[in-house]
């Protein structure tokens, strides 16, 4: 997790770049690289809320070939506030060979924090998953709190936005399995 150093206040707040830089390691930065103490987690994205907390979207590795997405929302002090179970985009509850990432996070107005990313398991769908702040999954949300949608075979979610109404909005890419073409993707969800 990310810390400020004593005295830092709300200005670090406005020096945030909208869009991280990835370091040559593939983490967004050093400071990820350096937390990243047991192999097994890899955070991907994090959204910071106006009381000081923030939520980060980490892939987990939970068994052999199996990788799942866990939600944990840290509050301002640092310290861990609630952590999701790790969890499939496809509802799956028992180990599985598939690869789920998270690309993105957004907190909803109501504090629920929606993650998304990719649903691997031969080919790749949307994945997305909505989490409550108590660390469980919204059963009102997809089936059990997750969804996925496919367009052309191969798809990821790399960002995601939350309009005044409450509509999820996911962009990201989506490849033609038959034609190597990739596309910009774009998918609108109710609250």
């Not at 109501?110 to 398991?121: D, E, K, M, R, T």
């Not at 702040?133 to 949300?141: I, K, M, P, R, V």
Request: glycine share 12%; with cysteine.
């Amino acid at each position: 997790m990310w810390r400020l150093a004593p005295g830092d206040g709300p200005a670090w707040r406005s020096t945030l770049p909208s869009v991280a830089a990835r370091h040559r390691s593939g983490c967004r930065n050093r400071a990820e690289r350096r937390h990243r103490t047991d192999g097994l987690a890899a955070p991907r994205d994090a959204a910071f809320l106006a009381d000081g907390q923030s939520v980060v979207a980490s892939s987990v590795g939970v068994a052999k070939h199996d990788v799942d997405v866990q939600v944990q929302r840290f509050n301002s002090d640092g310290s861990l506030a609630s952590t999701s179970a790790a969890f499939d985009y496809s509802g799956a509850t028992a180990i599985d060979p598939a690869r789920d990432s998270a690309g993105a996070v957004a907190v909803q107005a109501n504090g629920q924090a929606v993650v998304g990313g990719s649903h691997f398991l031969s080919t790749s769908v949307f994945g997305l998953g909505r989490v409550n702040q108590d660390g469980t999954l919204d059963s009102a949300f997809g089936t059990g709190g997750t969804l996925t949608t496919s367009f052309n075979g191969d798809e990821g979610v790399g960002a995601l936005a939350i309009q005044p109404d409450g509509k999820i909005i996911a962009v990201g890419f989506s490849e033609n399995n038959a034609t190597g073409q990739v596309f910009i993707a774009l998918a609108r969800y109710n609250p």
